[in-house]
């Protein structure tokens, strides 16, 4: 439907799209294929999610308006490309970059503003001014019990929370390893991940089939970190902080990622359907947040390590480029390097997905290597 719809309104790739005649002559046959198909994923995530997930999570809001703004963004880049006068680049780097920043700034103001409520709505966890609070020993199941501390109970048995403290990072493989930030720094970076992880799913988003796959298999892995993450028993065994509420978003995940699979199906090469920056933008985005949401978020480098790796070529393409007059690769982003090797698409799909698959296993292995 959203394919037939944006072929009615004309919403199709572009012809020489791209600086390069070599790329433009690869991607030939690519031209007029719809653009709309972040549209579908948005919808077919939104109406999951409805159904879903709890409406009145405050974690589950936030990140559908995240997506929504982030979405906006990209439907905007993707008609100004279609029918305005900058048909070339959509818009300016600098307008995504405002874009972006101020949808992440706003979700980082809001994490560390997270202040508790008697219903529970905003369950004190990133509040900036939060301190971990003791728990009696008999509360929590045997296996769970650390060290106990003596002389805060009359029982004589209480033990430390691993509830999640304000606005602290959590190195992956260390289990008490944590680095204090503070308000300020924190927003800080949760302006770094959710705008680096945005721009790296709408680097990767190159090839049919490429962004779609590698999203699903980094918000599966975010499906389970956000479950086993709002679980105060199953946090505590595998040494994570744990986040009251953050395991709604685990409904969030999998909803993405059914919808990234429904859209794959019509995306696979020959693609029917582009996702468009209308679908690359918010899905970045949203996995920024939720791994931040959960605590996670230094572990998005190894579980979203393509996307990592696409942004980087293009960096250093960049940065190469101005200091040598001299190209790193042949083509940036990563995978345009691979099809100028002489790879064919289809293969160079399949590999990163591989690869996808093998970063996301080794992800999840933190649970138990901390």
């Known amino acids: ?74 439907f905007v880049d993707d008609y100004v490309k279609t029918f305005g006068a900058n048909k070339h680049s959509g818009l300016t780097p600098r307008q995504k970059l405002l874009w972006q920043a101020g949808t992440a700034i706003v979700a980082g103001v809001l994490l560390v503003q997270f202040q508790g409520d008697k219903d529970g709505f905003l369950p004190q966890a990133f509040a900036s001014d939060h301190k971990p609070v003791v728990q009696c020993k008999h509360e929590l199941p045997a296996p769970l019990v650390k060290q106990p501390l003596s002389g805060q109970c009359e029982c004589d048995q209480e033990t430390s929370s691993n509830l999640v403290q304000g606005s602290t990072v959590y190195p992956p493989f260390f289990k008490d390893w944590k680095i204090q ?68 978003v685990s409904v969030v995940c999998a909803s993405l990622a059914g919808a990234c699979a429904g859209f794959l199906w019509y995306n696979c090469h020959p693609a029917e359907i582009f996702m468009g920056d209308t679908g690359s933008l918010p899905l970045g985005g949203s996995i920024g947040l939720i791994a931040l949401m959960t605590k996670h978020d230094l572990l998005l480098v190894c579980a979203g390590g393509i996307f990592v790796a696409e942004a980087l070529s293009v960096i250093l393409q960049v940065g190469y480029f101005k200091a040598t007059r001299k190209r790193l690769l042949k083509c940036a982003p990563l995978h345009h390097h691979f099809e100028f090797s002489g790879w064919k698409e289809t293969k160079v799909v399949q590999r990163f997905w591989i690869i996808a698959a093998f970063l996301a296993l080794i992800a999840l292995t933190t649970l138990k290597m901390r």
């Open 1 to 74: 439907m959203v394919a037939k719809l944006s072929q009615r309104l004309k919403f199709s790739d572009r012809k020489d799209k791209s600086d390069s005649n070599t790329l433009n002559e690869l991607h030939e046959g690519k031209r007029d294929t719809p653009i709309l198909g972040g549209l579908a994923i948005l919808i077919a995530g939104f109406v999951s999610i409805l159904l879903w997930s709890s409406l009145t999570n405050f974690y589950v809001l936030l990140v559908l308006a995240v997506i929504v703004s982030l979405g906006l963004c990209g």
């Open 181 to 248: 930030l503070g308000a300020p720094l924190f927003i800080l970076f949760v302006l770094l991940v959710m705008v680096g992880s945005s721009n790296a799913v709408n680097l990767t988003d190159g090839l049919d089939g490429l962004a779609a796959g590698c999203t699903i298999f980094v918000v599966l892995v975010y499906t389970i970190l956000a479950y086993v993450s709002g679980r105060a028993d199953w946090s505590a065994y595998l040494g994570i902080p744990y986040v009251p509420g953050v395991g709604e």
